[in-house]
DNA sequence: CGCCATACTATACAACTGTACAGACGTTGG
DNA sequence: CCAACGTCTGTACAGTTGTATAGTATGGCG
């Protein structure tokens, strides 16, 4: 095999081996979960080998990380791709929660990872969820000192409210699929039905 | 070490090994998913030995398999619990529906259990979900045989509002849950908040 | 009693896991 | 030019996995 980006990485095909691995990773974490996806399926999947992974990420737990942080990453700049003054001020919110449906819809990857890690919820500071909910909490702050939030809930029962709506829908979606997908001959051409997922405090 | 249930299975320490091995696997397979619970881990959560699950389920897919039928036949025994003639007709369908909400809060394993399945979604007939549904559309029928439940949705679509309204919010509170957490401190006295799940067609 | 079916243990094994490590290659800075 | 460095491969290893199987104990039944 000949060695692809040697020295100081280049950008030849595309991506970075690391980055590479890392969407790979990815991809495989959301398809069949962190457990059951081993460090040779995800090199097979990158086009690399095993020592190269271990290489660049050290250990699995390392990788996971990686992947957690990048996921951390997108969300935090979609948001930012809305900045506070592009918008009249009481649409900046709806405005941002529409960038980051956008995203996650074209990102299945992003939403079935997240799907696995809101389930097994290791609950640990420093987790993913945790780190989502802190984004959320900073763009209600951001909102607030903007003075555009409503200040009727506490942050807390806002974040709830965002992030839950966001992810409720996606989460449930494959629930729905599968039965109306079970029922198909059945249902008559009236359509997926609609999701509905809120939270009242 | 003495065997516990020489010759036919006696009921000495409450159950059966086979079903302790039952239990002890969708404990195990609830909280940390099928693939990261080893054979091992269950024997010894059911105090046996692996050669004994072996010995009674031949193989770990034919135990997930056991663990899945148990599953439905809670639900059906659930269900057959509430009987068309128990209650008035117009009663019926929400007396089963609170029938199965109590047997599910009972069972968190269970509820969890269901959780990771539905989002595995192996997606194949003979499923989990599918084999759940169809009890739905069983049920559902006999409600229209007895002139009771409406028509004037279809079938599969009241099967998806039935399943999504009592699986829903069960899968969705563990991120509530875990968010109301992160804020708990914030959120003052003002209680967990109220999760909303429905369907519209 | 003798015999067999069953419940159960113990050990063994091949496959696969994450991780470690030695080295090959090409680039870059001095 | 050459030493140092980062990228990358290949192999090796100890631990764990699911499964197979040989063997032991025990109760029921002729």
Redesign the pocket.
């Known amino acids: 095999?000949?060695?692809?980006?040697?020295?100081?990485?280049t950008r030849a095909d595309d991506l970075?081996?690391?980055a590479r691995i890392r969407n790979a990773a990815l991809d495989l974490f959301a398809a069949h979960g962190v457990d059951a996806?081993?460090?040779?399926?995800v090199a097979a999947a990158a086009?690399?080998?095993?020592?190269?992974?271990?290489?660049?990420y050290?250990?699995?737990?390392a990788l996971r990380e990686a992947v957690e942080f990048a996921i951390v990453e997108q969300f935090a700049e979609t948001i930012a791709s809305v900045p506070l003054g592009s918008y009249p001020p009481d649409q900046i919110a709806a405005e941002r929660d529409r960038a980051v449906a956008a995203m996650l819809s074209a990102n299945q990857a992003t939403v079935d990872y997240l799907r696995r890690a809101i389930l097994d919820g290791s609950a640990q500071r420093g987790d993913l969820v945790s780190r989502l909910s802190r984004l959320s909490a900073q763009q209600v702050h951001d909102l607030r000192e903007a003075g555009v939030a409503s200040t009727k809930h506490t942050v807390g029962e806002q974040v709830v409210t965002i992030m839950v709506r966001q992810l409720g829908r996606l989460f449930l979606q494959p629930l729905v699929d599968r039965i109306a997908d079970e029922f198909a001959d059945d249902t008559g051409a009236s359509g997926r039905p609609h999701l509905v997922v809120d939270v009242s405090h």
Chains 1, 2 share one sequence.
């Open positions: 095999m000949a060695q692809r980006q040697p020295g100081v990485p970075t081996a690391k996806t081993s460090l040779r399926a086009g690399v080998t095993v020592g190269l992974i271990v290489h660049h050290g250990t699995k737990e």
